[in-house]
């Protein structure tokens, strides 16, 4: 009969002592013990499907995941990170400590924020133009944004379109020529998988491009509207693209547009409210790829009654307002995180 020795496989340590999970591999399956300091408390028998969480199940009598892990062995990591996950941890100190134990150091802000989507009981995300770059379309205000070298009101304004319609046209065609390269990152996937699972409740945009929606998101607020949607500027009768892109006039003779909110315009209140009224009620609030320079939609974050998270390339000032800022892509940030939330949601 083959049997490995006991070994520790879990050790955690409180102010009576140290409770110990130890694990020993027999050709019939794994036996796990619960051991309370170095008094064996007896162990109980684990058939050959006995798995992990089963001798997790063991260490339930105390409020394990309250107290400090001393020890994780690797072999049981992906049973204990499923736990660390779902549990709501009123320590800091404690949730920390359980993170940077089961986590490589470069995941555990993104280990966090899973944590808490899924100790959250409403979240909502609002994202701006860097959530967009790694789908090669240009934000406005990096170094390599369109207002770069662009003074926005003369090109994305009402003024612009009355009195300078060639410049207005000749910007929202080359975003046009650009929107028709680009698709949907991970990123976008990600979220949209999240909404899936029901740990999202809707993402506010303030971009215009549609690739939340393409990339399967169905609760999608387009703050600032949508380029892929044209109408009358006069009428506001609804117009195909080509009428825009030909630069034809609307049978009423008004200018053709696209369905995007310009500098000095009101924000759609189809868009605004639901979210405004989303984010009031949120547990969570996670803010994506937005410098948060532009009135109203940078008001949300802070109307958020719960926690609120900010993943950004370039962290600015402003950012210490969060409770949790993750400085990187977001495309590769939300990456991560989804393989931590399907290694939990996947059944
Ligand atoms: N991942 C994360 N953040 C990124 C990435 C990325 N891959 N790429 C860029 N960023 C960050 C930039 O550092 C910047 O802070 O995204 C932010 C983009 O900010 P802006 O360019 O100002 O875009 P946004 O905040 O969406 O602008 C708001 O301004 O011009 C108007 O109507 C336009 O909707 C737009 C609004």
Redesign the pocket.
């Given at each position: 009969m083959m049997k490995t020795a006991w070994e520790t496989l879990l050790s955690i340590g409180s102010e009576g002592g140290v409770l110990e999970l130890k694990g020993r591999l027999t050709e019939d399956g794994w036996y796990f013990r619960r051991v309370v300091s170095d008094m064996e408390e007896g162990s109980r028998r684990f058939s050959a499907e006995g798995s992990d969480e089963d001798g997790l199940a063991l260490l339930d009598d105390y409020a394990w995941l309250s107290l400090y892990p001393l020890y994780v062995d690797n072999k049981i990591t992906t049973a204990v990170r499923k736990r660390v996950l779902f549990h709501r941890y009123r320590n800091e100190s404690a949730f920390s400590a359980w993170i940077e134990s089961t986590f490589p150091e470069d995941d555990w802000e993104a280990a966090k924020l899973v944590n808490w989507i899924l100790t959250s009981g409403s979240t909502v995300v609002l994202t701006?133009?860097?959530m967009s770059?790694?789908s090669s379309l240009p934000?406005?205000?990096?170094k390599e944004?369109w207002?770069k070298n662009i003074d926005?009101r003369t090109v994305?304004s009402t003024e612009a379109l009355s009195h300078h319609y060639d410049l207005f046209h000749s910007f929202y065609k080359a975003r046009l020529d650009n929107l028709d390269q680009a698709s949907p990152h991970n990123g976008h996937r990600a979220l949209a998988n999240w909404e899936k699972y029901g740990r999202i409740d809707a993402v506010a945009t303030?971009?215009v491009d549609g690739l939340h929606q393409a990339a399967g998101s169905q609760t999608v607020y387009e703050l600032?509207g949508s380029i892929r949607r044209f109408r009358c500027h006069q009428c506001g009768e609804e117009l195909p693209r080509s009428t825009f892109i030909e630069k034809e006039a609307c049978s009423c003779g008004g200018r053709i547009r696209p369905g995007v909110v310009l500098f000095g315009e009101m924000l759609p209140a189809e868009a605004w409210e639901p979210a405004m009224e989303k984010m009031e009620r949120s547990d969570l609030s996670i803010v994506i790829?937005?410098?948060?320079?532009?009135y109203p939609?940078n008001q949300l974050p802070a109307v958020t009654r719960g926690r609120t998270a900010y993943?950004?390339?370039?962290i600015?000032t402003g950012a210490g307002d969060f409770d949790l800022v993750i400085r990187g892509?977001?495309?590769e940030v939300l990456t991560t995180m989804n393989t931590y939330m399907d290694e939990v949601l996947m059944e």
């Amino acid at each position: 009969m083959m049997k490995t020795a006991w070994e520790t496989l879990l050790s955690i340590g409180s102010e009576g002592g140290v409770l110990e999970l130890k694990g020993r591999l027999t050709e019939d399956g794994w036996y796990f013990r619960r051991v309370v300091s170095d008094m064996e408390e007896g162990s109980r028998r684990f058939s050959a499907e006995g798995s992990d969480e089963d001798g997790l199940a063991l260490l339930d009598d105390y409020a394990w995941l309250s107290l400090y892990p001393l020890y994780v062995d690797n072999k049981i990591t992906t049973a204990v990170r499923k736990r660390v996950l779902f549990h709501r941890y009123r320590n800091e100190s404690a949730f920390s400590a359980w993170i940077e134990s089961t986590f490589p150091e470069d995941d555990w802000e993104a280990a966090k924020l899973v944590n808490w989507i899924l100790t959250s009981g409403s979240t909502v995300v609002l994202t701006g133009a860097g959530m967009s770059t790694e789908s090669s379309l240009p934000d406005f205000r990096s170094k390599e944004g369109w207002w770069k070298n662009i003074d926005p009101r003369t090109v994305a304004s009402t003024e612009a379109l009355s009195h300078h319609y060639d410049l207005f046209h000749s910007f929202y065609k080359a975003r046009l020529d650009n929107l028709d390269q680009a698709s949907p990152h991970n990123g976008h996937r990600a979220l949209a998988n999240w909404e899936k699972y029901g740990r999202i409740d809707a993402v506010a945009t303030q971009n215009v491009d549609g690739l939340h929606q393409a990339a399967g998101s169905q609760t999608v607020y387009e703050l600032h509207g949508s380029i892929r949607r044209f109408r009358c500027h006069q009428c506001g009768e609804e117009l195909p693209r080509s009428t825009f892109i030909e630069k034809e006039a609307c049978s009423c003779g008004g200018r053709i547009r696209p369905g995007v909110v310009l500098f000095g315009e009101m924000l759609p209140a189809e868009a605004w409210e639901p979210a405004m009224e989303k984010m009031e009620r949120s547990d969570l609030s996670i803010v994506i790829g937005t410098s948060l320079e532009v009135y109203p939609a940078n008001q949300l974050p802070a109307v958020t009654r719960g926690r609120t998270a900010y993943i950004n390339k370039d962290i600015q000032t402003g950012a210490g307002d969060f409770d949790l800022v993750i400085r990187g892509n977001a495309g590769e940030v939300l990456t991560t995180m989804n393989t931590y939330m399907d290694e939990v949601l996947m059944e």
